[in-house]
């Protein structure tokens, strides 16, 4: 599976934008990008994904660079509610795996007042 | 819908016991996958099914652990017998058909699981 980098950690005051870059320069021309968060104590949560276009949801915004070896999740506004550590995951389009997801370390995001 | 419902959502076992975790998927959802998080080794894929049938278990630590799906309704995660290593939260998650690698996977709250 083509892998991603992200930072470990980021910081960011509340209100302000957040930009959470993801790097993942071995995406083959079927991968799918997806992000997924995890608050604390619960499960992962899905926030957007994308394949070549930029997508916009109610949680967030995903760019994806022209070249797709990297993408950027945006936070608008980030609330307390947004801490939480955030996964950047490529998902083959044609697979025999089942379209699991593979988590790596993602980025961990503190928000503070 | 209620969404994925894992039970028991905290269990404390003696080592050597047997450990039965259990979870519902989101109605007419045909895959289901099981995940163990550590600090450790964070969020690995342990095995997954789909129309009941499973299709990747090389995620499956040891013959210690099993899972089946006996319907579409219901999946089981077996640990016997368990041992302080397998202290863990147990994710239970589900996705529904069509749109490949384009689908969303949804998590359960996770079974928290402790060895002592």
């Known amino acids: 599976d083509a892998k991603t980098t992200q930072p470990n950690s980021m910081e960011s005051n509340e209100e302000e934008p957040v930009h959470l870059p993801c790097n993942h320069s071995?995406?083959?021309?079927?991968?799918?990008i997806h992000w997924y968060r995890q608050l604390p104590s619960q499960g992962p949560e899905y926030v957007i994904h994308g394949l070549t276009s930029n997508v916009n949801n109610r949680m967030a915004s995903l760019a994806i660079a022209e070249d797709r070896k990297s993408s950027t999740l945006i936070l608008h506004r980030a609330t307390l509610r947004d801490a939480a550590v955030y996964y950047c995951?490529?998902?083959?389009?044609?697979?025999?795996?089942?379209?699991?997801?593979?988590f790596g370390k993602g980025t961990s995001l503190l928000v503070t007042p | 819908d209620a969404g994925v419902i894992q039970s028991p959502r905290h269990e404390v076992t003696e080592m050597g016991q047997e450990v039965t975790l259990r979870c519902k998927p989101i109605s007419g959802h045909d895959y289901l996958f099981w995940y163990r998080q550590t600090m450790m080794r964070g969020l690995e894929l342990l095995i997954y099914f789909n129309n009941n049938v499973p299709i990747d278990d090389s995620g499956m630590p040891e013959d210690r652990f099993s899972a089946k799906m006996p319907n579409a309704s219901f999946s089981t995660l077996k640990i016997q017998p368990s041992e302080p290593r397998d202290s863990a939260v147990y994710f239970c998650?589900?996705?529904?058909?069509?749109?490949?690698?384009?689908?969303?996977?949804?998590f359960g709250e996770g079974s928290w699981l402790t060895v002592v």
């Open positions: 998650a589900s996705s529904p058909p069509g749109q490949g690698a384009g689908n969303t996977i949804y």
């Open positions: 995951i490529l998902r083959a389009g044609y697979s025999n795996s089942g379209y699991a997801l593979n």
């Open positions: 071995t995406i083959s021309g079927t991968d799918y």
